[in-house]
């Protein structure tokens, strides 16, 4: 769908997509590699069966145009905050089954504690303010859209 991958302007923001396709742990992990930092965090979101004690057959994820430009906005503002030296982050669309990676948020840090703290403010932060919507298909053939403004 979209990728952001600026290492001249914005070195610290590695990796940001959001993309139709399969989604790899180990890409984002490559991408945030720093030979100056000794801590990654490396966040995984996936697609469970059940949400508020409703079972969950399939999830569809819908991005807004500017989607990308906010997640980018995010994981900078984030690296900025924290200190940290690779961010990335990516996000899928389209439909997604049980079990499948929806996101993926990476930081890397000279030091654990700083990654730590920025990977959970990274993926909060993501969730709060990028426009994406879930549209979660319950197995009782209901449906809901979660995350619409």
Known sequence: MGAFDDGSAAPVLRLCAIRDAPLSPSEVLDAI?????????LFVGRVRDHDHERAVAALTYEAHPLALQRMSEVALAVAQEYAVRA????????????????VITAV??????????????????????TPIWKHQHFSDGES????LP
């Open 33 to 41: 590699g720093d030979p100056t930092c000794g801590a990654q965090v």
């Open 87 to 102: 961010v990335a982050a990516v996000h899928r669309c389209g439909d997604l089954a049980i079990g499948d990676i929806a």
């Open 108 to 129: 890397a840090a000279p030091h654990r504690e700083a990654a730590f703290a920025a990977g959970a403010d990274l993926i909060e932060r993501l969730k709060a303010s």
């Open 144 to 147: 809901e859209w979660v995350g």
